[in-house]
């Protein structure tokens, strides 16, 4: 009977944390998170946080992840860049990677002592997805001499072929830093383009030649959404990620990284923010600035939602083949090289 009394009691205060963190931030349908799902929520996140203190994990978890991971369970939140440089540092014996395929892959590459876990098994990424190695090849093979940049959402095999990797809040310094006027970025065609034009912007033009495919959440804005904001919000600061169209970027009032995004909201004067990306991040920044207003049109990345509480508990529980991470060895050193090439050249 005390037992039971005492973990009711645990669920409960659970549940109010919870609750503290969430119940400003939107669920998809428009309504806020209840003291009920975070009651619902509750068993999950007290077992997870139990299990990673027995088995020395951490867990990391993208911003565009769900909620009560973020919130919940997460050790460390934000975007590709900056879970890279924890995964890199961590003494945990376990990596969780609460994200898609390639950011698991990254973790595991640059400490690959550590046991690395997604909870959702192989999510891709449609642009991870849309070059392998053979199509790197060629095209190295066809611009013989050209540097070559990658974006941090590509595969392994891709890395491995490239002078450095990027993220999309360093991409357009280091190919600024890129001897040369012409250099190859790949997979994002979309952020390819953005890149060309902020380099001519920054008066050290480059012809970017550019293959693999674009971002199934980030593609589908156009320049009518951004109208249409403006239209009903006249206040309002509208923001974009530079996967985005650039005919859509040309008319925000920012482009930047997720993380970069952030740190936009955080100093801007505003109180009304147009939301041209992930749902996920509009969620985080419901959480910490609870006071603006965030308006999002629509965007959702299914990979990442297939993060949840139920499948990171099992994780760590028993993992399923697939559900560790484990990373071709012929590609393993040289992607290190490139990852390693960004952080020198991030500086
Ligand atoms: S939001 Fe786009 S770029 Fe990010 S993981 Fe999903 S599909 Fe890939």
Same mark, same amino acid.
């Given at each position: 009977?005390?037992?039971?009394?005492?973990?009711? *009691?645990? #669920?409960?205060?659970?549940?109010?944390?919870? $609750?503290? #963190?969430?119940?400003?931030?939107? @669920?998809? @349908?428009?309504?806020?998170?209840?003291?009920?799902? +975070? #009651?619902? &929520?509750?068993?999950?996140?007290?077992?997870?946080?139990?299990?990673?203190?027995?088995?020395?994990?951490?867990?990391? *978890?993208?911003?565009?992840?769900?909620?009560?991971?973020?919130?919940?369970? &997460?050790? $460390?939140?934000?975007?590709?860049?900056? #879970?890279?440089? @924890?995964?890199?540092?961590?003494?945990?014996?376990?990596?969780?990677?609460?994200g898609v395929w390639f950011m698991a892959e990254t973790a595991k590459i640059l400490n690959p002592t550590k046991k690395v876990l997604i909870p959702a098994g192989r999510a891709g990424c449609t642009l991870a997805d849309a070059m392998s190695g053979t199509e790197m090849k060629k095209l190295r093979d066809q611009y013989p001499g050209i540097p070559a940049l990658c974006y941090i959402n590509s595969l392994a095999e891709v890395k491995a072929q490239c002078d450095s990797c990027v993220t999309s809040g360093n991409v357009f310094d280091i190919a600024q830093k890129i001897p040369g006027n012409e250099l190859i970025f790949v997979p994002d065609l979309l952020m390819a383009k953005n890149l060309e034009a902020e380099l001519q912007r920054r008066g050290t033009p480059k012809k970017i030649i550019s293959a693999g495919g674009t971002c199934c959440v980030h593609d589908k804005y156009r320049p009518a959404d951004v109208q249409k904001l403006r239209a009903d919000y006249p206040e309002i600061q509208i923001i974009a990620h530079p996967e985005c169209p650039?005919?859509? +970027?040309?008319? +925000?009032? $920012?482009?930047?990284?997720?993380?970069?995004?952030? &740190?936009?909201?955080?100093?801007?004067? &505003?109180? +009304?923010?147009?939301?041209?990306?992930?749902?996920?991040?509009?969620?985080?920044?419901? *959480?910490?600035?609870?006071?603006? @207003?965030?308006?999002?049109?629509?965007?959702v990345c299914s990979y990442m939602k297939r993060n949840t509480l139920v499948n990171t508990l099992e994780a760590l529980i028993d993992p399923q083949p697939e559900q560790v991470v484990e990373v071709e060895p012929a590609w393993a050193a040289a992607a290190k090289k490139s990852i390693d090439k960004m952080f020198e050249l991030a500086q």
């Open positions: 009977m005390l037992q039971t009394l005492d973990k009711e *009691a645990r #669920l409960t205060e659970e549940a109010h944390r919870l $609750y503290g #963190l969430l119940k400003s931030v939107s @669920k998809e @349908k428009g309504a806020k998170w209840t003291y009920e799902d +975070c #009651l619902a &929520a509750a068993p999950y996140t007290l077992a997870i946080n139990q299990f990673k203190k027995e088995q020395n994990a951490v867990v990391l *978890a993208h911003s565009y992840t769900t909620p009560d991971l973020v919130y919940g369970v &997460a050790d $460390y939140r934000g975007d590709s860049y900056e #879970l890279a440089l @924890k995964a890199r540092e961590t003494t945990a014996d376990i990596i969780i990677f609460a650039i005919e859509v +970027c040309r008319l +925000c009032d $920012y482009v930047g990284s997720t993380k970069g995004m952030q &740190a936009y909201v955080a100093k801007s004067r &505003a109180t +009304c923010f147009g939301m041209l990306t992930e749902f996920g991040l509009v969620n985080r920044l419901e *959480a910490e600035y609870p006071d603006k @207003k965030f308006i999002w049109p629509f965007g």
